[in-house]
């Protein structure tokens, strides 16, 4: 009662102490007063509470301490600076740390509030502009969980009406209470490290006067403490009064550190977070009222005591507390009891942040209200929170916590988390709750919010989205274009609509723009760079602007470059001219690097397809949906449309507005730009982007459903909605939804014969078709539109309710745009209104005008004829009726006749009545009924199909004819009365009639047989109507191969039972409880179960089929071009049979039509419903409905990958791969070879993996039946092999780790080098050459590591048995195996461990003995070394590169020891063949033999000189011979010297091929003339030599010069060689080779050497290999048009557009076109430019090209035409200017003075048109 007397205080004025504290003077313990006992009898809580009160006020004076009489939480209006309090550090920013205090509040700690070290080190750094990451950051001084005490340095009140609470934990405010003197030991104080020394750190504790140092060994951390860094300590020892004090950091000593009287604590030196022993005085439900130190009072609020010992906590009690905060001014200190403050805890806490901020969580109880504070909830889990008092109500509402308490559940928002509670802080204000964006979290990149201008500055304009959440808009986003006064157009408390550009949701920073490109774009948005995928269009901001090109950024951090040559198509000198920073551009997706963050983008490459196609992709364009549109922009042919809420752009043209042909362009122009148009549906979907109709019989036809999708849906017979498309002269063409349309020819048009089709019909009409005409070959199909021949609808009343409906809303549309008085006025009236009129004035045609009060704005005309018999002259006052208002054109249509202004009879329904036609227009007449005085309206057309003329034509003012009253007053007419013309709609309502009950629920009916067809037998029932009995309605179960249909007979009568019908539209099934039943054809039954049962029978449905039912089903017929068999199960349901689920065997797949024949009886499993036809179902006739491990199944190769096997399409929808190893039981080269594309085989299931199937081929697998010999077992896995086994497989890659072989499809094996060949070899690179890709290889396994999964393999002969992969002719020396690779390696180490010293000794005494030791060095060094020795190896480089056998080193030994032993030499070291080329010019290639003559002579000049000598002493010469001769020598030498010198000096010899070719191995010219030099000889073999030589000596970097030795062997090859021998060299040239280059080459080949027939059979290969290669079709269509095979040339065109993508069909059609113009038909090329700047106006290049053909190949005329219309283009005026300037040339070199100067007038009007614009 105490308690509720503290809250709820009763009787007079009077408050408690708490809300006016008393002041009180600084005393100390010692003058503590105590209450005195009341001594009265209690009557009430109330009166003690009072007198306690009232005590307070007046005894002891100013000596009241801190007594606390009642226990709050602590409020943020409560605090005030210099309060202290206990923290716990929730955040580390870059500039503030965010503290979490007591109750849930939040204080900064701004980064020069932490010591005074500190923040000199940061002036200092400023002062100085030194780098300030130099500093130690804020998040190595204090990290996040830390308690921390600090101090209320300010209490901010920003503009927005926040309070922003700024903390300091500097020790000089925080310790401020204490003094030297008042230093114990045992103290726990904070401070921050002032300094570091070498055995320590000197604290600042903010005690005057004291230095404490911290001893190194006293730290618990390993680490250096750092200057400014926060500590708890201890206080060990203290010295010398105080000023001198040792701390420490020891977490148990301080974990037991309590606060006692020993240590002197006051009121004013008592600081947060000393661990007190404190005494419970008083407990209640709002907390505990305590006193600790013998005499300070304080308390504990329900926050901070553990919610399991509330109930145990009794007066008396002494417990543990926490110091959380100490209010100087009032004395008022309050603890926690809470475990997680208290040991073993106490310095950081571990939870100190939720992942639950923002979470709404519903279903929530109240455990606790505290009137002054807020309230407990318990979450479903158990999760204590609390909801402060303000978050318990909306910011104007009262608080009424009874109301809240009454509701047994509630949902709340988690909207912060206290560490210092360890609780979460939630809100029950429903706006909180229900807010879009709480946290920074909430917000997305992309999304549009809406903020509200706080500020606006130079660099940017902030935004507050929410009360928490604000942003920036960056200047150059202010908007559009650069805004160089942003304050004129913003002011604060602006509304602006933004999208986000970058949220950063750690550090709370929001960028915005305002751009409204930006803001109001459709286009998809990059947020990241896998969003930007090629060829796909985004909005983008230019934020840099370089000559290389410009810098897009978009959203998020994904910014791409836009180089030079993609910004424009014309060329850009300098982009700042054309590009700001700040510009909204539209840009392409070129290329996109996601691992690397690298966007190459285009301006150019975007089109308007692009862009609309990029609009539309995101959305979920699905023909029949209904969308609700606004108006964009209104065009001529329709209206251009954005679908809600996405905004994608759509079109809705004005024809498809209404069914009715005069409501659509009255529609269009009441309808205005942002007005919204409900229920439109999705018609079709293009590269132009998505049409719309509003069409009511489209729509209903759409949502009945069973509308052919795709031809092979059609049927004669069927009869659909659609719509006039176009009229020729010979029909008219109509439309059907999903893209089809027919042909109406002339003679089906209507009943009469027509002359001319343009007055018929109207495009856009809406009109009923019937397919009378299928062309399956040709997809075209015609309809008929006779109204004779269509199945009779009643419908006209819903038509003319609509029409009427639709004229309503154009007049409210007119009407409701404004306040003027004449759209007020013609709103008042409607048709039938009697209206007070005065005549104004009688016009030439009889009409007469008159005036109106009511109508005083508006244009009132009587026609002549209604004026018949009636007073008209000016001035006379009569009654007129209204017959028709048009809104559009302000005029009213009356009548004055006296029998339609008189008084209205009661009309009855059912009467029938003469009516007379009093106005008609084309699509309604407004009549009379009979002397009654109603009016009323009928349609003028009976049928949708009607002619838009005849029909109203056949109708005029004054035509009488009867009518029946069907309702006197309906709604849908405006209160007109619902007549039908008499004869008007008889021959329906019979048909309905008799359908009706003919058709009546499960009436049984005598039918006559009329037709036998396979799915369907029709009949002719009593009523006359024709009925329909399906094939699966005859027997009840029907055995498997017969045919139903044929067991009747025409003529016979059948009892049978009406059990649904075929709606008109669509041929589809009803049941009969459908709306539309009434009018369909009836569908009938003979199953005896079904004649018996009397019940209501219901159609099958297709979700009743489950997968794998057994069904009967009737196949239809054969699609060829969905591959699938199509066929019925019941008269509502349909099915098909893809190919691989109807054959059994591969052969099948030729002739699948022919396996089943229509109406046959054919068992089938159900697989599923068809995922691409709603509806239907998927059926199996093979037996497997699912593909199981383990079955064999029939599948199609879809595509051959080389080097890897088969990907191969699997029925149901499922694909697989077959490995190489997986095609057969005994391997073979070429394995692919035997494989096509379409190519139906039999596939065993191995497994299944991730959606994908592993097959298999092997015949010992799909025909498991059957013995077959596997002379290739498969190898599942390691286990399956053995060491010392001889396996084949497949070489996978050829590496520099060895040869990879394919051994299975989930086992390879390697081969190292030294195993694959007995040949050593310089280049490991050469056994491909002679080992291709999927080459079929034996191997022996050497070892197996199960472990690992690697086999090791041997290919060598002594283990294989087979050749070696490479041949002898090669001559590569043999590779050291055994013994003889151990010496040699015991040789290798010793020479390289002596010293270069003693090897050039050993040379200069034996140089012979260095060729001797020539052997394969390199390779033992390589196999016997380790990495240590390698780097040995390199570091003696330097020094042994002479003595190393070198090129030059070789030569030179070769000189020295040139007269030693030859032959010899040459058995020893044959790897010297190579070298002695560049000596003796003679060729060592075994197929070069022919050339030894020319060898042997080149060595007769290398003859020693002794022989010289010799053969002169044999003739004895004159010394005038001899000085003949010594000239001719000399003038020889010199000779040659200067060929040698010569550069441009061709080579004439072999010899001198070879000398030239050691200087330049990589040049393909050389080796061409080397080949040439043969060929000339006739040496034809030589050249071949010669250019396989080349190949394997240029390098393989030089792609260009080996494809040029390629190219010269195809063209030898074509010369002098076979068909047979030019294919070889052509299949190696695409091996080693790029194939298109080599294609291309060989094509050309053939062109120039006129194998026409070849050429072109390479072209069309080259077609099918490369279609998507531009380079092939101008090429071949270069090849064609030079044929003179100009249509050729254009289908290949055709083709090529359809391959290619839409970025390079600009491109290859104006290379086209120029082909024309040089080669075909000049008219075709004019044609095909005009069809291309039709589309693309802009492109000058092209322009200049066209005009470039024309004068070269047209006359002056078209040239004159072409620069007229070249000079108006909407272009710069600078393109405009070039054009100008090349007319005028071509004028002054083909015109005359007058055309010269009609030029000059034409650029002079040009320059005064642009001047004027400029001016306006």
Avoid at 246 to 253: G, H, N, Q
Avoid at 884 to 895: A, D, W
Wanted: charged content about 25%; some cysteine; overall charge neutral.
């Amino acid at each position: 009662m105490e308690s509720m007397e503290e809250d709820f205080p009763r009787g007079g004025t009077q408050k408690p102490s708490v809300d006016k504290p008393v002041k009180s003077h600084e005393v100390d313990n010692l003058f503590q007063s105590h209450e005195p006992e009341v001594k009265k009898k209690r009557k009430t809580a109330k009166h003690d509470d009072g007198k306690d009160v009232k005590r307070q006020k007046v005894d002891a004076g100013g000596l009241i301490l801190n007594t606390a009489t009642s226990v709050e939480i602590l409020h943020l209006r409560n605090l005030k600076v210099g309060t202290l309090l206990l923290g716990c550090v929730r955040e580390v920013l870059d500039l503030e740390i965010v503290v979490g205090l007591p109750s849930g509040l939040v204080g900064y700690l701004p980064i020069h509030n932490i010591c005074d070290t500190y923040t000199k080190i940061l002036v200092d750094k400023l002062d100085s502009e030194h780098n300030l990451e130099e500093v130690v950051a804020l998040s190595e001084l204090v990290a996040p969980g830390t308690l921390v005490r600090c101090v209320v340095s300010s209490l901010e009140s920003p503009v927005d009406g926040h309070l922003s609470l700024k903390l300091s934990i500097n020790p000089k405010e925080i310790n401020k209470g204490l003094s030297a003197g008042a230093l114990k030991p045992g103290m726990t104080l904070s401070g921050c490290v002032e300094s570091v020394e070498d055995h320590g750190f000197l604290v600042d504790i903010g005690v005057s006067g004291t230095k404490a140092f911290l001893p190194k060994k006293s730290t618990s951390s390993k680490q250096d403490l750092k200057v400014g860094q926060y500590v708890l300590s201890l206080l060990e020892e203290v010295k010398n009064e105080g000023r001198v004090v040792r701390l420490s950091l020891d977490p148990k000593a301080l974990g037991k550190a309590i606060a006692g009287t020993q240590h002197g604590w006051t009121l004013d030196s008592l600081l947060p977070g000393l661990l007190i022993r404190v005494r419970i005085k008083k407990v209640t439900p709002h907390g505990l009222l305590v006193e600790y130190l013998s005499s300070f009072s304080g308390v504990v609020d329900f926050l901070h005591i553990d919610q399991g010992k509330a109930a145990s906590y009794k007066v008396g009690d002494e417990v543990l507390a926490r110091v959380l905060y100490i209010e100087p001014s009032n004395r008022l200190i309050s603890l926690s009891l809470r475990s997680h403050l208290l040991p073993p805890g106490g310095i950081a806490l571990d939870n100190f942040s939720s992942e639950r901020l923002g979470e709404v969580v519903e279903g929530c109880k109240m455990t606790a209200v505290h009137h002054h504070s807020g309230a407990l909830m318990e979450m479903p889990d158990n999760t204590v929170a609390f909801a402060h008092k303000n978050q318990m109500k909306e910011p104007k509402e009262e608080f009424n916590p009874n109301r809240l308490l009454a509701k047994p559940k509630h949902t709340l928002r988690i909207t912060d988390y206290s560490p210092m509670e360890q609780m979460h802080m939630v809100s029950l204000r429903k706006s909180t709750i229900e807010v879009t964006f709480f946290r920074y979290q909430d917000i997305k990149v992309g999304q549009i919010v809406e903020g509200t201008v706080i500020s606006l500055q130079k660099y940017g304009m902030f935004v507050r989205i929410t009360d928490h959440i604000k942003g920036m808009i960056p200047s150059i986003h202010f908007a559009d274009v650069t805004l160089k006064n942003p304050e004129k157009k913003f002011h604060e408390g602006m509304k602006v609509k933004c999208r986000v550009l970058t949220v950063d949701a750690t550090t709370k920073r929001l960028h915005l723009t305002n751009k409204k490109a930006l803001v109001e774009s459709t286009l998809p948005i990059f947020k990241a760079y896998s969003d930007a995928r090629v060829g796909r269009v985004s909005h983008g901001c230019i934020v840099c602007v370089k000559k290389f090109g410009c810098i897009v950024r978009f959203y998020g951090e994904v910014k791409g470059l836009v180089p030079l040559r993609e910004m424009s198509t014309e060329l850009v000198a300098d982009p700042e001219e054309l590009f700001f920073v700040g510009q909204v551009v539209q840009a392409k997706v070129l290329n996109c690097d996601v691992a690397n963050e690298k966007l190459l983008l285009s301006f150019k490459a975007v089109t308007e397809g692009d862009v609309k196609e990029a609009q539309t992709a995101q959305f979920d364009f699905e023909v029949g949906k209904t969308v609700d549109v606004r108006v964009r922009h209104k065009v001529l042919d329709g209206l251009e449309v954005s679908i809600l809420p996405e905004g994608t752009p759509a079109f809705l043209p004005t024809v498809h507005l209404s069914d009715h042909v005069t409501n659509c362009m009255n529609l269009w122009e009441a309808l205005e730009e942002g007005d919204d148009i409900s229920n439109a549906v999705c018609l079709n979907k293009s590269k132009k982007g998505v049409t719309l109709t509003k069409k009511p019989s489209i729509k209903a036809c759409l949502e009945d459903g069973g509308l052919p999708k795709v031809f092979s849906e059609l049927h004669v017979g069927m009869q659909m909605v659609g719509w006039v498309k176009n009229v020729m002269t010979y029909g008219v063409f109509i439309s059907f939804p999903h893209g089809l349309f027919g042909l109406a020819p002339k003679a089906a048009m209507g009943e009469h014969f027509i002359k001319d089709t343009s007055e018929i019909y109207a495009i856009g009409q809406t009109v009923v078709a019937k397919v009378t005409n299928l062309d399956e070959e040709k997809k075209r199909f015609l309809v008929s539109l006779k109204v004779s021949e269509l199945i009779p609808e009643d419908d006209a009343q819903d038509r003319l309710i609509q029409g009427q409906k639709e004229r309503r809303a154009i007049a409210e549309m007119v009407t409701g745009r404004g306040e003027s008085d004449l759209l007020q006025q013609l709103a008042s009236v409607s048709v039938g209104d009697k209206i007070k009129m005065v005549v104004e004035d009688t016009r030439e045609d009889g009409s007469v005008t008159l005036t109106s009060d009511q109508l005083s704005e508006a244009t009132v005309l009587a026609p002549k004829y209604h004026t018949t018999g009636v007073n008209v002259t000016p001035g006379f006052k009569l009654t007129a009726v209204v017959l028709h208002i048009n809104p559009l054109k302000s005029q009213v249509i009356v009548s004055l006749l006296p029998k339609l202004t008189a008084k209205r009879k009661t009309l009855r329904q059912g009467s029938e009545l003469a009516a007379t036609i009093q106005y008609i227009d084309e699509d309604f007449a407004v009549i009379s009924l009979d002397d009654t005085g109603h009016l009323t309206v009928i349609p003028t057309k009976t049928h949708l199909n009607d002619f838009i003329n005849l029909e109203s034509k056949k109708y005029s003012v004054g035509f009488g004819l009867n009518v029946t009253v069907e309702d006197p007053g309906c709604e849908e007419l405006g209160g007109l009365p619902l007549v039908v013309c008499k004869g008007q709609d008889e021959h329906a309502k019979s048909k309905g009639k008799g359908s009706a009950q003919a058709h009546s629920l499960g009436a049984v009916v005598t039918a006559k047989v009329t037709k036998v067809k396979p799915l369907a037998v029709l009949v002719t029932l009593p009523t006359g109507i024709t009925g329909s009995i399906h094939v699966s309605e005859i027997e009840e179960s029907p055995s498997v191969g017969s045919f139903p249909t044929s067991s009747l007979r025409v003529g016979t009568e059948v009892q049978a039972r009406v059990i649904g019908g075929h709606a008109v539209r669509g041929h589809r099934f009803l049941p009969v409880t459908h709306s539309s039943f009434k009018s369909a054809l009836p569908e009938l039954t003979l199953l005896p179960s079904k004649l018996k049962n009397t019940g209501t029978q219901t159609a099958d449905k297709v979700k009743n089929y489950k997968p794998g039912d057994e069904i009967i089903c009737f196949p239809s017929k054969y699609n060829t071009q969905l591959k699938c068999l199509e066929v019925q199960v019941k008269p509502n349901i349909l099915g098909t049979v893809e190919l691989l689920a109807m054959i059994s065997k591969p052969g099948q797949a030729k002739h699948p039509q022919k396996l089943f024949k229509p109406g046959e009886a054919v068992s089938a499993k159900v697989v599923g419903i068809n995922p691409h036809r709603s509806g239907q179902l998927s059926l199996s006739l093979t037996g497997t409905y699912k593909l199981e491990q383990g079955s064999v199944v029939m599948g199609m190769v879809w595509k051959v990958e080389h080097h890897k096997g088969l990907f191969v399409k699997l029925p149901f929808g499922n694909s697989g791969f077959a490995s190489l190893t997986d095609l057969s039981d005994a391997y073979a080269d070429n394995p692919l070879e035997a494989y096509k594309e379409g190519q139906v085989i039999r596939c065993y299931m191995i497994g299944e993996e991730k959606g994908h199937f592993d097959v298999s081929l092997r015949p010992s697998r799909v025909n498991k039946d059957q013995q077959i010999n596997v002379k290739d077992p498969e190898i599942d896995s390691v286990a399956d092999i053995q060491e010392g086994q001889i396996i084949r497989g497949y070489v996978k890659t050829v590496g520099d780790e060895g040869i990879f072989v394919r051994l299975s499809r989930t086992l390879d094996g390697r081969v190292q080098f030294q195993h694959a060949t007995k040949y050593f070899m310089n280049d490991p690179k050469m056994i491909s050459e002679y080992i291709t890709q999927n080459a079929l290889i034996s191997a022996k396994v050497l070892s197996v590591n199960t472990e690992n999964v690697h086999v090791l393999l041997s290919l060598l002969t002594e283990d294989t048995g087979k050749p070696d992969i490479l041949p002898e002719s090669l001559e590569l020396p043999l590779r050291l195996m055994g013994e003889e690779k151990e010496k040699h390696d015991k040789k290798t180490v010793k020479r390289k461990r002596t010293s270069s010293e003693s090897q050039q000794q050993d040379k200069d005494k034996d140089g012979q003995k260095v060729k001797k030791k020539k052997v394969c060095v390199v390779e033992s060094v390589e196999e016997t070394t380790t990495v240590k020795k390698k780097g040995k190896k390199k570091k003696r480089k330097g020094k042994t590169d002479d003595s190393d056998s070198g090129v030059e080193v070789f030569f030179r030994e070769d000189d020295e020891t040139e007269s030693s032993k030859p032959c010899e030499e040459k058995q020893k070291r044959p790897d010297c063949k190579e070298r002695l080329k560049g000596l003796s010019g003679f060729s060592w290639d075994s197929t070069l033999s022919s050339l030894t003559p020319a060898a042997v002579g080149d060595h007769a000049q290398g003859s020693s000189d002794d022989e010289q000598e010799d053969q002169s002493k044999t003739v004895k010469k004159s010394r005038k011979e001899l000085l003949q001769e010594q000239q001719t020598a000399e003038q020889q030498l010199g000779k040659l010297e200067a060929e040698l010198m010569d550069p441009s000096a061709r080579p004439d010899s072999a010899a001198a091929f070879e000398r030239v070719l050691l200087s330049s191995p990589d040049s393909s010219l050389l080796w061409l003339q080397y080949m040439a030099f043969h060929l000339q000889a006739t040496q034809i073999e030589q050249a071949r030599a010669v250019a396989e030589r080349a190949l394997k000596t240029i390098s393989f970097r030089e792609e260009q010069e080996k494809l040029n030795i390629w190219v010269a062997m195809l063209n030898l090859e074509n010369m002098y060689g076979t068909e047979e021998s030019l294919q070889k060299v052509f299949e190696r040239a695409i091996q080693y080779c790029e194939p298109l280059p080599v294609y291309q080459q060989l094509a050309d080949i053939y062109a120039n050497s006129n194998k026409i027939k070849d050429a072109e059979s390479l072209y069309k290969s080259m077609v099918k290999r490369f279609r998507q290669e531009k380079a092939v079709y101008q090429s071949y269509g270069n090849f064609l048009l030079r044929q003179g095979q100009s249509n050729a040339a254009n289908a290949l065109l055709q083709r090529a557009l359809q391959s290619l993508s839409t970025k390079d069909h600009v491109d290859l059609i104006t290379k086209f076109a120029r082909l024309e113009f040089q080669y075909g038909n000049t008219e075709r090329g004019k044609s095909m430019f005009e069809k291309v700047l039709s589309t693309y106006p802009k492109r000058t290049d092209l322009w200049s090209v066209f005009i470039d053909l024309t004068v070269k190949h047209g006359c002056q005329k078209e040239v004159r035409e072409l620069f007229d219309r070249v000079i108006h283009l909407s272009v710069s005026v600078k393109k405009v200017k070039f054009f100008f300037k090349r007319y005028l040339e071509y004028e002054k070199k083909n015109g005359t003075p007058e055309s010269i100067q009609a030029v000059k007038q034409k650029a002079l009007e040009y320059v005064e048109s642009k001047g004027a614009e400029a001016a306006s």
